[in-house]
């Protein structure tokens, strides 16, 4: 297996564990409150397992050009303002829906490095990310249980809207990470990584902070008081960043977060066996054409 399928699947996992950390903590400190966690706790622990890894492997500093700087900034403003977009959904009717459409982030994730960075997938990638949307949205529906009778105003409706906004500016912030990483000087893939990791999150700290503190000072008090439970989303969110930055440093971006996409499997796997929830036939068929989906980009 290469390794930046290694990655992928790694990233997936713990994103997958953080999320998890971060539903728990949503009912204690609020939508915003447990938003925030995945930066404020993933920064500090970030730099540890950068600094931790430098000093063990005596690896040097990259050198980080004005172009770096440029693109980690858009990829970590962008990333917080999907967040915010995606906290904004939370309160809708139509939640399940706005976020399978914020799900096309991958399919939006391949155009944004097309136009970009001039990297297009093959034929056969671009048809594997297009089946995994459909896979997606199809999963999320049925989780939703939508009748088809309020499908059409449900996919015209204003939190869908904003669910494929909040896809686009991840798919944008995806494609800027990749670019940051690539324009880092010397260094090795970890490292890098980490470093990248490291600075974007600090970044994203304190932007987002700043928001909370202004618009909800009580969630941004209430995400340190409870920071026993908090801290464990930190260190979820900087190993996820790592491993995310590892992938796009070693391969096209677009492939790596189709990959990624094995997420839901994991956590369709976990409701199975750990919830006994029972599966319906649609999202059953869902979970297979995801499935194949990502078996076709391993295999091109």
């Not at 399978?100 to 970009?116: C, G, R």
Request: proline share 1%.
């Amino acid at each position: 297996m290469e390794l930046w399928v290694v990655f992928s699947i790694a990233a997936a996992a713990t994103q997958a564990l953080r999320t998890a950390v971060q539903r728990r903590m949503t009912t204690t400190i609020g939508n915003l409150g447990a938003s925030y966690i995945r930066f404020s706790y993933a920064f500090p622990i970030a730099w540890l397992f950068f600094l931790f890894y430098s000093n063990y492997t005596g690896t040097t500093l990259p050198d980080l050009p004005v172009t770096f700087w440029v693109w980690i900034n858009l990829a970590a403003l962008t990333q917080v303002i999907f967040t915010i977009l995606l906290v904004q959904l939370f309160s809708h009717r139509s939640f399940a829906a706005a976020v399978a459409f914020s799900k096309t982030e991958v399919l939006q994730t391949a155009i944004f490095e097309a136009l970009i960075l001039g990297v297009v997938v093959t034929v056969q990638t671009g048809a594997a990310i297009a089946l995994g949307v459909f896979a997606t949205v199809l999963l999320s529906f049925a989780k939703a249980n939508l009748a088809f009778a309020n499908l059409r105003a449900t996919i015209f409706s204003r939190q869908v809207a904003i669910g494929l906004a909040a896809g686009a500016f991840l798919g944008f912030c995806t494609v800027c990470y990749g670019a940051a990483l690539h324009s880092m000087i010397g260094g090795d893939v970890i490292g890098n990584a980490m470093y990248a990791a490291a600075i974007g999150t600090t970044i994203q700290a304190v932007c987002f902070g700043i928001y909370i503190f202004i618009v909800r000072r009580e969630q941004f008090i209430a995400s340190f008081v409870e920071w026993r439970q908090c801290s464990m989303a930190g260190v979820w969110a900087a190993t996820t960043s790592i491993c995310w930055f590892a992938g796009f440093a070693l391969y096209s971006v677009a492939p790596v977060r189709a990959v990624g996409q094995i997420e839901l499997l994991f956590s369709v796997g976990f409701s199975v066996l750990y919830f006994k929830e029972r599966i319906s036939r649609v999202e059953f068929t869902a979970i297979a054409l995801l499935a194949t989906s990502i078996i076709m980009v391993l295999l091109d």
